[in-house]
């Protein structure tokens, strides 16, 4: 029988930010590892620190305390430009406000990664991921053209791919209705499969969250 392989640990985790009265605590002693391969939600209501917690083991932000171990590398060690470096090659990114560049098409806005990070024959493989997802005729159609699923399916493409060790996804269903969502949904769970990647994601989705194979849930701020 083969050894989980770590790819990500939160390792006794705190945030805090300044507020008008004072310090605020966002997380508190979070600690928990993700094995390679592993889905995992993030549950729990509005204000319990749940996309705070996805930036920070993202390397997107940075803690107060503690650290965060993603694919080897204490992302405390790193600078910004190491932080961006070591996402570039490992990490896959949906956010739930998309933050598809409207100026570009879907085809141009998955190109994006490949071409940053140097991947070889861009357009090839962004065509492939739009076909993955059932967009090649949307291909040179701009983000405002495209309805929300559509547009949140570009999202994934474009996730995907650098064929990431590993995914987060912020609320990848949040502003979809059900039909779509549940399109979404199965896209997510079929493209992390063929990809053998590592799925971490924030959700309300109950439904969603019970697809993935572990839920970890957070209650003002606290890992329960």
Same mark, same amino acid.
């Given at each position: 029988?083969?050894?989980?392989?770590?790819?990500?640990?939160?390792?006794?985790?705190?945030?805090?930010?300044?507020?008008?009265?004072?310090?605020?605590?966002?997380?508190?002693?979070?600690?928990?590892?993700?094995?390679?391969?592993?889905?995992?939600?993030?549950?729990?209501?509005?204000?319990?620190?749940?996309?705070?917690?996805?930036?920070?083991?993202?390397?997107?932000?940075?803690?107060?305390?503690?650290?965060?171990?993603?694919?080897?590398?204490?992302?405390?060690?790193?600078?910004?430009?190491?932080?961006?470096? @070591?996402?570039?090659?490992?990490?896959?990114?949906?956010?739930?406000? !998309?933050? $598809?560049?409207? +100026?570009?098409? &879907? *085809?141009?806005?998955?190109?994006?990664?490949?071409?940053?990070?140097?991947?070889?024959?861009?357009?090839?493989?962004?065509?492939?991921?739009?076909?993955?997802?059932?967009?090649?005729?949307?291909?040179?159609?701009?983000?405002?053209?495209?309805?929300?699923?559509?547009?949140?399916?570009?999202?994934?493409?474009?996730?995907?791919?650098?064929?990431?060790?590993?995914?987060?996804?912020?609320?990848?269903?949040?502003?979809?209705?059900?039909?779509?969502?549940?399109?979404?949904?199965? @896209?997510?769970?079929?493209?992390?499969?063929?990809?053998?990647?590592? !799925?971490? $994601?924030?959700? +309300?989705?109950? &439904? *969603?969250?019970?697809?993935?194979?572990?839920?970890?849930?957070?209650?003002?701020?606290?890992?329960?």
């Amino acid at each position: 029988m083969s050894i989980p392989v770590k790819v990500l640990s939160a390792i006794h985790l705190g945030k805090q930010v300044l507020s008008s009265d004072g310090s605020l605590t966002i997380l508190h002693d979070i600690s928990f590892d993700v094995c390679e391969g592993e889905s995992v939600a993030i549950t729990g209501a509005s204000g319990s620190g749940k996309s705070t917690l996805l930036g920070l083991l993202a390397g997107l932000d940075t803690p107060t305390s503690g650290h965060v171990e993603l694919a080897s590398h204490n992302l405390n060690q790193l600078d910004e430009d190491g932080r961006a470096k @070591l996402r570039g090659q490992k990490v896959g990114f949906v956010f739930q406000s !998309l933050q $598809l560049l409207p +100026h570009l098409t &879907a *085809l141009e806005n998955i190109m994006l990664p490949a071409e940053l990070n140097g991947l070889n024959s861009p357009k090839e493989n962004a065509l492939i991921c739009l076909q993955q997802v059932g967009l090649s005729d949307r291909a040179n159609h701009f983000p405002k053209t495209l309805s929300g699923g559509e547009q949140q399916r570009v999202a994934l493409a474009r996730a995907f791919i650098m064929k990431p060790a590993i995914l987060f996804a912020d609320e990848p269903t949040g502003s979809l209705d059900e039909q779509s969502g549940s399109r979404v949904i199965d @896209l997510l769970f079929e493209l992390n499969r063929v990809n053998h990647s590592t !799925l971490i $994601l924030v959700t +309300h989705d109950q &439904a *969603l969250a019970d697809r993935c194979q572990r839920q970890l849930h957070l209650q003002g701020g606290r890992l329960l």
